[in-house]
T-cell receptor, first 112, second 114 residues
Framework: AQTVTQSQPEMSVQEAETVTLSCTYD???????LFWYKQPPSRQMILVIR??????QNATENRFSVNFQKAAKSFSLKISDSQLGDAAMYFC?????????FGTGTRLTIIP | DTGVSQNPRHKITKRGQNVTFRCDPI?????LYWYRQTLGQGPEFLTY????????KSRLLSDRFSAERPKGSFSTLEIQRTEQGDSAMYLC????????????FGNGTRLTVT
C-alpha cells in the first residue's frame, strides 16, 4: 500500500519570505501522480500543484513550485513570496490504484 | 461548472440514529469519491464510483456505511446506527476519470454524534 509522510505538523513563515514543505512517499509503482492540496479554514480542499512521475521537470504554478526527487521518493512544495492568503493546511497526496492517498498535513502560518 | 456540492454542511445526531449525506459532483464527472477526515488528519479514502458502479470500498467502510450513486450523477452516503467514533468531516470529490485528473472537492459535511 502507498503511504505519504509529512514530517512537519506546523510551519511558519514571514510574509514575503519563502517556505518549503516536505513530503515523502512510498510506492512500488513507476507511473503515478503527486499533488499538493491546500485546505484553508473555510475547509474546501483546493488543488495547488501536480506532478507526473514520468516527468523529470519540476512543476511550477506561479509562486508555487515543487522539488520532485523520484529516486528518493521526495516531493516538497516551495512557496515563494508568501502571502497572508497562503495560510492553510497543506496536504501532499499520491494518486495510485485509482485513488488519492493523503499525508497528515502541514499547518502553515503566515506572520505579517 | 458550479463545483462539487455537499449537503448538509453540518449534521448533529444522537448515537444510534441513521444519517444520510448527499453529494452532487461536477456535471459530466464520471468519478465520485468519498473521504473521511478527522481533526488534525488527512482525508482517508472510503469508496469511489465510476458512473453508477461502486468499484472499491475501504476497510474503513464498515457494514453500517452504505454509499450509492443510482444514476451516475449524485451520490448518497448513509451511516446506520451512528457511533461517536463516526464524528468527522465527510468529503466528496469528483473527477473526469482521466489518470492525471485532479480530484475536485466539496466543502464537506461535518457530522457530530452525541
Amino acid at each position: 500500500a502507498q503511504t505519504v509522510t509529512q514530517s512537519q505538523p506546523e510551519m511558519s513563515v514571514q510574509e514575503a519570505e519563502t517556505v518549503t514543505l516536505s513530503c515523502t512517499y512510498d510506492t512500488s509503482e513507476s507511473d503515478y501522480y503527486l499533488f499538493w492540496y491546500k485546505q484553508p479554514p473555510s475547509r474546501q480542499m483546493i488543488l495547488v500543484i501536480r506532478q507526473e512521475a514520468y516527468k523529470q521537470q519540476n512543476a511550477t504554478e506561479n509562486r508555487f513550485s515543487v522539488n520532485f526527487q523520484k529516486a528518493a521518493k521526495s516531493f516538497s512544495l516551495k512557496i515563494s513570496d508568501s502571502q497572508l492568503g497562503d495560510a492553510a493546511m497543506y496536504f501532499c497526496a499520491y494518486f495510485g490504484n485509482e485513488k488519492l492517498t493523503f499525508g497528515t498535513g502541514t499547518r502553515l502560518t503566515i506572520i505579517p | 461548472d458550479t463545483g462539487v456540492s455537499q449537503n448538509p454542511r453540518h449534521k448533529i445526531t444522537k448515537r444510534g440514529q441513521n444519517v444520510t449525506f448527499r453529494c452532487d459532483p461536477i456535471s459530466e464527472h464520471n468519478r465520485l469519491y468519498w473521504y473521511r477526515q478527522t481533526l488534525g488528519q488527512g482525508p482517508e479514502f472510503l469508496t469511489y464510483f465510476q458512473n453508477e458502479a461502486q468499484l472499491e470500498k475501504s476497510r474503513l467502510l464498515s457494514d453500517r456505511f452504505s454509499a450509492e450513486r443510482p444514476k451516475g450523477s449524485f451520490s448518497t452516503l448513509e451511516i446506520q446506527r451512528t457511533e461517536q467514533g463516526d464524528s468527522a468531516m465527510y468529503l466528496c470529490a469528483s473527477s473526469p476519470g482521466m489518470y492525471n485528473s485532479p480530484l475536485h472537492f466539496g466543502n464537506g459535511t461535518r457530522l457530530t454524534v452525541t
